[in-house]
């Protein structure tokens, strides 16, 4: 399996996997989606403004990028740093490769990682919130915090990862996510680091697989 867009070839229909992470109905449709107005954004930005491909788009509509990233934290940094030919690969690959059989593995894995970063950042977030500033987490509270992030997420996350959210290493809660992204799929977080988001100037963080 590869981390990123490949012609590699797709058949059949429903949901597929990716090292044990299980993509649901709409997943794919929802990134394509996301990947499509990023792209939108990225000529604009690229053409000083304006999408020679679809001026409709209205890329310079703040509010657009501000839902989109709620829904799917980290889009504005994959905006920042995969530049426009990553983002249309990307775009090809989803539309044009059916997904796995039911059950099958993604054969891409950039797909699960990137739909568990998005769900593991949006539990994340709803934790952080919950924590107020002190953040203090008391263990009568842990348990309505779990549920609600998990229910934000769409996916179960447990104590631990919500615990590590209130105080995360340099304040940052990238190195959290990727941390739990990590166990999850028993990959090194530089690898899904660097996969999801090629850098293009030095890391603001250390991973301790380096």
């Known amino acids: 399996m590869s981390d990123g867009p490949s012609d590699g070839d797709g058949s059949g229909s ?3 996997s990716g090292s044990g992470w ?3 109905p709409g997943d794919r449709a929802a990134l394509l989606r996301k990947y499509r107005v990023l ?9 000083g403004g304006v999408d020679a491909v679809d001026p409709d788009a209205k890329p310079s509509d703040p509010n657009a990028l501000r839902t989109l990233s709620r829904e799917f934290p980290g889009a504005l940094r994959e905006l920042d740093v995969l530049g426009l030919p990553e983002i249309q690969r990307r775009i090809r690959y989803l539309d044009q490769r059916p997904p796995p059989h039911p059950g099958g593995d993604e054969p891409e894995l950039w797909i699960p990682w990137i739909l568990a970063y998005h769900a593991l950042m949006r539990a994340a977030l709803i934790a952080k919130r919950a924590y107020g500033r002190d953040r203090r987490v008391s263990t009568k509270a842990m348990p309505g915090i ?3 992030a998990s229910a934000t997420a769409g996916i179960p996350v447990d104590e631990g990862f919500l615990r ?11 190195v959290v996510v990727f941390g739990e992204l990590a166990r999850r799929f028993a990959v090194p977080a530089t690898r899904i680091s660097t996969t999801l988001f090629p850098p293009r100037r030095p890391a603001p963080y250390v991973f301790s697989d380096q």
């Open 146 to 148: 779990i549920q609600g």
């Open 22 to 24: 299980l993509i649901r």
């Open 164 to 174: 590590a959210v209130a105080r995360p290493p340099g304040g940052r809660l990238a």
């Open 14 to 16: 429903g949901s597929g």
């Open 39 to 47: 792209a939108a954004w990225r000529r604009a930005k690229d053409a």
